[in-house]
């Protein structure tokens, strides 16, 4: 079965900075998608970012990006000149390939990122 | 990107009885919904997988007969809390994926808090 594992249950950063979440995964699969959501206090989750795991290239999205080690099992979220709207929460979700029709995520259990002025 | 709206956002409820909250996917068919449950500060926990013209498909310790999951067409999707408790008391939130093409991400409704009294 698949696991996700956020280790940090919360960071803060100050705004201007940079700081990186960490989620690691554990699968036997080779084909499968991970996703970064923010879920800010509204509670509406917002998907960040997105990388295929056939993809060697790292995702980045504006001030987002990952750094995606396959080997390692590791998917870590970088967040450059953080804004105070970056607070919230951060889930990191696995999906394997779709292949039996399923399209179920697997959830980390979160990180709280305040931002600080 | 795709929207997914909930109705009810907030409801309360007496103990009892039942309450129906919507999920609707307004730009996009969606023959597969989530429901999801979220408990103050920790990760969405998945209840059931709602397939379009089929019955629902439920995750281990969800009772069925509680909630039911209703998918009646492309763009929506139901779940009933029958005899609520103040133990049902939670964050609602349903998701569809796309299904165009990988990474089939999904998108998620603003969720609904419902309280049982």
């Known amino acids: 079965a698949q696991t996700v594992t956020q280790s940090q249950p919360e960071m803060s950063v100050q705004e201007a900075e940079t700081v990186t979440l960490s989620c690691t995964y554990d699968t036997s699969e080779n084909n499968y998608y991970l996703f970064w959501y923010k879920q800010p206090p509204s509670r509406q989750m917002i998907l960040v970012i997105r990388?295929?795991?056939?993809?060697?290239q790292n995702a980045t999205e504006n001030r987002f990006s990952v750094n995606f080690q396959k080997a390692a099992k590791s998917f870590s979220l970088k967040i450059s000149d953080s804004q105070l709207g970056d607070t919230a929460m951060y889930f990191c979700a696995f999906m394997k390939h779709p292949t039996t029709g399923t399209y179920k995520y697997i959830f980390g259990t979160g990180t709280r990122l305040k931002v600080l002025a | 990107g795709a929207v997914v709206s909930q109705h009810p956002s907030r409801v309360i409820c007496k103990s009892g009885t039942s309450v129906k909250i919507e999920c609707r996917s307004l730009?996009?068919?969606?023959?597969?919904m989530f429901w999801y449950r979220q408990f103050p500060k920790q990760s969405l926990m998945l209840m059931a997988t709602s397939n379009e013209g089929s019955k629902a498909t439920y995750e281990q310790g969800v009772e069925k007969d509680k909630f039911l999951i209703n998918h009646a067409s492309l763009t929506l999707s139901t779940l009933t809390v029958t005899s609520a408790h103040p133990e049902d008391s939670s964050f609602y939130i349903c998701?569809?994926?796309?299904?165009?093409?990988?990474?089939?991400?999904?998108?998620f409704g603003p969720g609904t808090r419902l309280t049982v009294t």
């Open positions: 998701s569809a994926p796309q299904l165009r093409q990988g990474p089939y991400e999904q998108y």
């Open positions: 990388q295929e795991a056939y993809k060697q």
């Open positions: 730009d996009f068919q969606a023959t597969t």
